[in-house]
């Protein structure tokens, strides 16, 4: 398997556009993290889905920020519109059931401009 | 509200001197303690998961330990290729996804 794949790898944009992220999970798992990562904060939990199920979105910082997952094996991270504070690296994630080991993917470098 | 705190924040040690990493955590009640490590620019790569108090694993160099209020991530004669930053994250009985430490940094030095 090729574990957890995301792109694009490093993104560059300006503020007040519109930031895309993506997420392919591991075959077979069904549960799937957004975590940001900063130096101040760390890894923090944005979101979650169990069988494509929003569980907690409770982390999600503010409107701007939307996440789907229209099926088993792709999920999206929306910024709208971004804003200098939103750079950091994005991590998704995904395991089999939500207690057990998650394995992450290479991340998603994002600066805003 | 689940809170893992990792010290020291950064080492710096010589090959071959061992040392071990601290995590101390809060939760409501420990489903699992999971140490991770992530190389710059990299996702973390997970290693070890504890359960139970008392309860130790190896992998080479590293030993995770577990007691109920912390976790030890010893390093016996490490090498260069161990530097990394190691992350601790607890899982709670509610079933929460992980919880992150802010790791610690590490540097072995040839």
């Known amino acids: 398997d090729a574990g957890v794949i995301q792109s694009p790898r490093h993104e560059v944009t300006e503020m007040g556009q519109e930031v895309t992220l993506r997420c392919k999970p591991i075959?077979?798992?069904?549960?799937l993290f957004w975590y940001r990562q900063t130096m101040m904060r760390g890894l923090e939990l944005l979101i979650y889905f169990n069988n494509n199920v929003p569980i907690d979105d409770s982390g999600m910082p503010e409107d701007r920020f939307s996440a789907k997952m229209p099926n088993a094996s792709f999920s999206t991270l929306k910024i709208q519109p971004s804003e200098p504070r939103d750079s950091a690296v994005y991590f998704c994630a995904s395991s089999l059931g939500a207690v057990t080991e998650a394995f992450f993917g290479q991340g998603t470098r994002l600066t805003v401009v | 509200e689940d809170q893992v705190t990792q010290s020291p924040e950064a080492l710096r040690l010589q090959e071959g001197e061992s040392s071990s990493l601290n995590c101390s955590y809060t939760?409501?009640?420990?489903?699992?303690l999971f140490w991770y490590r992530q190389d710059p620019g990299k996702g973390p790569e997970f290693l070890f998961t504890?359960?139970?108090a008392g309860e130790e694993k190896e992998k080479e160099r590293l030993k995770a330990t577990l007691t109920k209020k912390e976790s030890f991530l010893h390093i016996t004669a490490p090498k260069p290729e161990d530097s990394a930053t190691y992350l601790c994250a607890v899982q709670s009985s509610g079933n929460t996804p992980l919880v992150f430490g802010k790791g610690t940094r590490l540097s072995v030095i040839a």
């Open positions: 504890l359960y139970s």
């Open positions: 075959s077979g798992h069904n549960s």
């Open positions: 939760v409501s009640g420990l489903r699992g």
